[in-house]
C-alpha cells in the first residue's frame, strides 16, 4: 500500500502557475497508477488527471487539458501537477491519490491525501 501526502496548494492570482506535490510512502509506489483529484466548496469531488505506474500515459480532465501537467518520479516516490494558466474556478483542495487500475474514478482510488487547498484570486 501507499499513503499520499500533497503540499504547494497557496493564493496564487489568476494567470499564475503552481506545482504541486504529492510524497507517496510505500514500497510499491511504483506499481499504482496516481490520479489529481480537487473539491470546490460545495461540489463534489472531480476528477483532473491521472498519470501511470510507468509514466507513459497521462490523462486530464477536459477542464484542465492544455494547461496542467502530471508526471512522477517513482525512484523519489514523488507525483506532481504543474498548473499554469490558473483561473478563479480551479479554486478547490487537491487531492493525490494511487490506484491498481488505470481509471478516472474516484472508486478506484484506493489510498489518499488530505489534500492542499489552492485559491486563484481574480
Known amino acids: 500500500q501507499v499513503q499520499p501526502a500533497e503540499s504547494g496548494g497557496r493564493l496564487v492570482q489568476a494567470g499564475d502557475s503552481l506545482t504541486l506535490s504529492c510524497a507517496a510512502s510505500g514500497r510499491t509506489f511504483s506499481s499504482y497508477n496516481m490520479g489529481w483529484f480537487r473539491q470546490a466548496p460545495g461540489r463534489e469531488r472531480e476528477f483532473v488527471a491521472a498519470?501511470?505506474?510507468?509514466?507513459?500515459?497521462?490523462h486530464y480532465a477536459s477542464s484542465v487539458k492544455g494547461r496542467f501537467t502530471a508526471s512522477r518520479d517513482n525512484a523519489k516516490n514523488m507525483v506532481y501537477l504543474l498548473m499554469n494558466s490558473l483561473k478563479p474556478e480551479d479554486t478547490a483542495v487537491y487531492y493525490c491519490?494511487?490506484?491498481?487500475?488505470?481509471?478516472?474514478?474516484?472508486?478506484?482510488?484506493?489510498?489518499w491525501g488530505q489534500g492542499t487547498q489552492v485559491t486563484v484570486s481574480s
Open positions: 491519490a494511487a490506484a491498481r487500475p488505470w481509471s478516472v474514478l474516484i472508486e478506484e482510488y484506493d489510498y
Open positions: 498519470i501511470d505506474w510507468s509514466a507513459k500515459s497521462t
